[in-house]
């Protein structure tokens, strides 16, 4: 499964979540460290669920880049 995560810039880290994992967060000092933090998060969200018998929620986000004057 591919899941949307959203990257954001923190004063001193990178965090990340998963929108359609709701609660599934990372952060790291770099984008690097936080993408691969997010990326464990996510299975580790997963086997979760699926150890307390829920379902896991199917890719429903996307995202895309909009540029604008300014």
Do not use: W
């Amino acid at each position: 499964m591919e899941y949307t995560i959203v990257i954001e810039k923190a004063p001193g880290n990178y965090a990340t979540y998963v929108p359609d994992l709701p609660g599934c967060v990372a952060t790291g000092e770099t984008r690097d460290e936080a993408f691969r933090q997010i990326e464990a998060a996510i299975a580790l969200h997963i086997q979760s669920l699926r150890e307390h018998g829920e379902a896991v929620p199917e890719p429903q986000c996307s995202a895309t880049v909009v540029e604008v004057a300014a």
